[in-house]
C-alpha cells in the first residue's frame, strides 16, 4: 500500500503544504527575516532549510536523532556566512556544503513531493 507523506512547515499552520507552494512559502519566510525552515512530514521526518538569502544548507532528516543527509554543491570554492538560526546563532559553511538559493527550493519542493532527492540532486550522507 502507497502511504503519501503530508508536510507542514513547523511554526506556521498545522495545515500541510503541498510541493507548488514551498518555493513561494520559503521566500517569504526569508523576505520576513525568516532565515531558519524547518518542515515536517507525517511520518516523522523533517527538512531544514538554512539560509543566508544567496545560498542554504539543505538537511534531510529520517526522524529524531537521525544525523541525516545535507545537499551538496560539488567543486564550490570558498565560504559563506549570514547562516542565521532561529536562536540567533550566525553560522558560516563552506560553499560546498550549501547550494545556490534557487537550487535549495527545487530540492525542497521535490523531496515534499515525492519524498526524496532530485536524482539529479548530489548530497552527502551524514550517519
Not at 507523506?5 to 520559503?26: C, F, H, K, Q, Y
Not at 535549495?104 to 536524482?119: K, N, Q, S
Request: glycine share 8%; hydrophobic share 40%; charged share 20%.
Amino acid at each position: 500500500m502507497l502511504v503519501i507523506e503530508s508536510w507542514v512547515i513547523n511554526d506556521d499552520s498545522p495545515v500541510p503544504v503541498s510541493s507548488a507552494v514551498v518555493p513561494e512559502a520559503l521566500q517569504s519566510r526569508i523576505d520576513s527575516g525568516q532565515l531558519e525552515t524547518w518542515l515536517t512530514s507525517s511520518s516523522g521526518r523533517s527538512v531544514a532549510v538554512v539560509t543566508n538569502t544567496e545560498r542554504a544548507m539543505v538537511m534531510l532528516f529520517e526522524g529524531e536523532g537521525d544525523p541525516g543527509e545535507h545537499a551538496v554543491d560539488l567543486g564550490a570554492q570558498g565560504s559563506s556566512d549570514g547562516f542565521v538560526l532561529s536562536n540567533g546563532q550566525d553560522d558560516e559553511y563552506p560553499d560546498e556544503d550549501t547550494v545556490p538559493i534557487v537550487e535549495a527550493f527545487r530540492l525542497v519542493e521535490h523531496i515534499v513531493g515525492t519524498g526524496c532527492w532530485p536524482t539529479d540532486a548530489h548530497w552527502a550522507v551524514d550517519r
